[in-house]
């Protein structure tokens, strides 16, 4: 598995067309670029998250750039395994099928020792930015396997950085699910689900200022930079990818 990182190559302006991409996180800062951008590549976007009045905001973006968006507030926190097959089954109902999960939901509240951090604190972390992932990719896999295509792509971070000290959950989990695209595209590789991961490079989110407050942040880019990384890799051009963890190189 590589993460060596390269250009970001062109994203044709149907790579999507026709298809229904389900993006967690999606009033995040990569979510909501990479939703739009998914919708400019043609995508009917399913826009899922916790925070209703910021993911209408991202909806009427969405809306007015492709095909009219679907919105599933959803904590992933709080959800169990028969919320996650039921949004599978209502997506695939509703919208004539499933083609794509971009996984960009996160929960980071600061760097802090491992034995200063609550119980509660370090299960919750832990579960929406690992265990969540894959209970919903797991809910997702029958219904993805029926579209002929389709791609899961999970949003990791660099483990030189997040496996240091006091990354805490959120630096276990990110090196967990670089570990689970190796073991589940091992394990999908006879059917017809793509499965990678996208190791963005510093970004301007709030995320990354709770871990470095006093950062420029005009050094680093916006998310907007990596969105078309997202639809390749939700492509069917992203099956140069599978099995690896893809770090796309872009101009700061």
């Known amino acids: 598995?590589?993460?060596?990182?390269?250009?970001?190559?062109?994203?044709?302006?149907?790579?999507?067309?026709?298809?229904?991409?389900?993006?967690?996180?999606a009033h995040g800062g990569l979510g909501a670029e990479a939703a739009k951008a998914c919708a400019r590549a043609g995508a009917t976007v399913v826009l899922l998250g916790r925070k209703l009045p910021k993911l209408n905001r991202?909806?009427?973006?969405?809306?007015?750039?492709?095909?009219?968006?679907?919105?599933?507030p959803v904590d992933l926190?709080?959800?169990?395994p028969a919320d996650y097959a039921q949004l599978a089954e209502k997506i695939s109902a509703e919208l004539g099928g499933l083609h794509g999960v971009l996984h960009c939901a996160a929960e980071f509240t600061g760097l802090a020792p491992l034995e200063a951090t609550e119980p509660e604190a370090f299960v919750r972390c832990l579960h929406v930015n690992f265990t969540a992932p894959w209970l919903l990719t797991q809910a997702c896999l029958p219904w993805l396997r029926k579209s002929g295509d389709s791609a899961v792509?999970?949003?990791?971070?660099?483990?030189?950085?997040?496996?240091?000290?006091?990354?805490?959950?959120?630096?276990?989990?990110?090196?967990?699910?670089?570990n689970l695209v190796r073991?589940?595209?091992?394990?999908?590789?006879?059917?017809?689900?793509?499965?990678?991961?996208?190791?963005?490079?510093?970004m301007r989110t709030d995320l990354r200022a709770r871990a470095y407050a006093d950062e420029m942040q005009?050094?680093?880019?916006?998310?907007?930079?990596?969105?078309?990384?997202?639809?390749?890799?939700?492509?069917?051009?992203?099956?140069?990818?599978?099995?690896?963890?893809?770090?796309?190189?872009?101009?700061?």
Request: net charge neutral; proline share 11%; charged share 15%.
């Open 183 to 202: 073991q589940l595209s091992a394990e999908t590789d006879q059917t017809p689900v793509r499965v990678s991961g996208l190791e963005p490079g510093p």
């Open 218 to 252: 005009l050094r680093v880019p916006a998310p907007a930079a990596y969105a078309a990384a997202c639809v390749h890799l939700l492509s069917p051009a992203g099956l140069a990818h599978r099995g690896t963890v893809w770090a796309p190189r872009v101009p700061a």
């Open 58 to 72: 991202v909806y009427d973006a969405v809306k007015a750039l492709g095909p009219e968006p679907a919105l599933y």
């Open 77 to 80: 926190a709080g959800a169990d």
């Open 153 to 178: 792509v999970f949003t990791t971070d660099d483990p030189a950085r997040v496996g240091k000290a006091y990354w805490g959950a959120y630096g276990l989990a990110k090196q967990g699910l670089a």
């Open 1 to 25: 598995m590589s993460s060596t990182p390269v250009p970001l190559p062109g994203v044709a302006a149907d790579a999507l067309a026709g298809r229904v991409i389900l993006v967690t996180g």
